[in-house]
C-alpha cells in the first residue's frame, strides 16, 4: 500500500497467470496453450503485413478490426451471424473485462459457480461488480436450476475451467428460457475441442453473448486476440466500453494473424483433433495409474490421485521439468490441472508419474 495509491488499487488482489518459465527445456503443461503450431497462413499474412520494412506499422490499425468481425461472421455463417454482432478485444480477457463493465455490473449479485475460472472475482474487484458464488454439484457439474433466482448476470466457462466438464447447449438454451432478465455470458474457451457452440442460440435469446478466444484451439495464444458474440444491443454496449477505453485493442499483426487463423478450417480441425486424441489416451493413461480424472471436453483434464496430495505431486513432477497447475482452493486442492501436450509431451508426463505413484 502507499499514500500514492488510488483505494481502488488498494482493494485489489490481482490475478495470477500459470508461470511462463525462461527455461525452453521445461514440459509446460500449466496454462492449456495449444502444442501445435497456429496454421501456416498466420505467419505468412503478418510477413505480408510487414512488407516493405514494415511500412505500414506508421500508421494505425483499423480501430474497428473490420476484417477480423468479417472473418468471425463467416465462421458462424450458418447461424446468420453478422459482422455487426461480434466484439473484439485484446484476448478474451479484455473482452471480458469489458463485458463486466458494460454488462454485469448491477445491484443485484452476478452469479457463477464456486469453481471457475479465478479471473472473474478479479474483474468483479476491478470494476465493484457484486457476486455470489453458486456450489458446482458433487460431480462438479453445473447445475443450471442452482442458478434460478434474481441476478444480475449469469457468467460460466463452457467446458468449464479448470474441470473440462461441459454443458449442453441444450441445457443452456432451459437456462436462458428461464432467465430473460439478465445477461448470460458464456465463456467458449475451450469449446472447439468436443463441445457445441450456444452461438447457435445467439439469434433467439437477446440477453446471451458467447465469448470465444483464438489463444487455446487456434494456437495463438501469443497474438492476443478474443471475441465476443451476440445481439447488437450487447455488442454497442461492449464498443461504448472499448472506446472509452483503448481504441485499438487489436494491432495490424494480430489483425492479419487472427483473418488467416479463422480462414483455415482444414489446420483448426487436424490440430483440434490430435488435441482430443491425446486427451483421450492421457486419461486411460492416468486412470490405469489410479488417478480419477473428470470427463473434459477441453484441452486440459483434471485429475486427483487419491493417495498422494496433489501440491506434492505438482513439486515431484517440476523436479523432474514437467508443469502442471495446482490451485490452493478449497474443493480443489487435491486435483491437478494438466494441459493436453504433444504425444512426446503426454508420455514424458505419465513416465514420470509412473516414476511417482508407481
Ligand atoms: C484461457 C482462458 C481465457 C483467456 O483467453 P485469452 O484470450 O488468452 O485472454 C478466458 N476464459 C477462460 C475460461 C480461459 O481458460
Redo the contacts with the bound molecule.
Sequence with gaps: MSHYWSSLVDRLTPYVPGEQPQLAKLVKLNT?ENPYPPSPRVVAAITAELANDGERLRLYPDPNAGRVKEAVAARFADYAITPQQVFVGN????V?AHVFMALLRHPLPILFPDIT?S?YTVYCALHDVAYRTVPLDEDFMIRIDDYATANGGIIF?NPN?PTGCLLPVAAIARLLSRNQQSVLVV?E??VDFGGESAIALVNEYPNLLVVH????ARSL?GL?V?YAVGHLDLIEALERVKNSFNSYPLDRLAIAGAVAALADDEHFELTRQAVMRSRQVLSGELLALGFEVLPSLANFVFARHPQRDAAQLAAALRQRGIIVRHFALARIDQHLRISIGSDAECALLVAALRDIVG
Aim: hydrophobic residues 30%; aromatic residues 16%; without cysteine.
Design positions: 492449456n484476448g478474451s480477457d479484455e471480458l475460472y479471473f466457462p475451467a465463456d474457451a475451450y478466444t483464438l489463444s487455446k495464444a492476443r478474443g
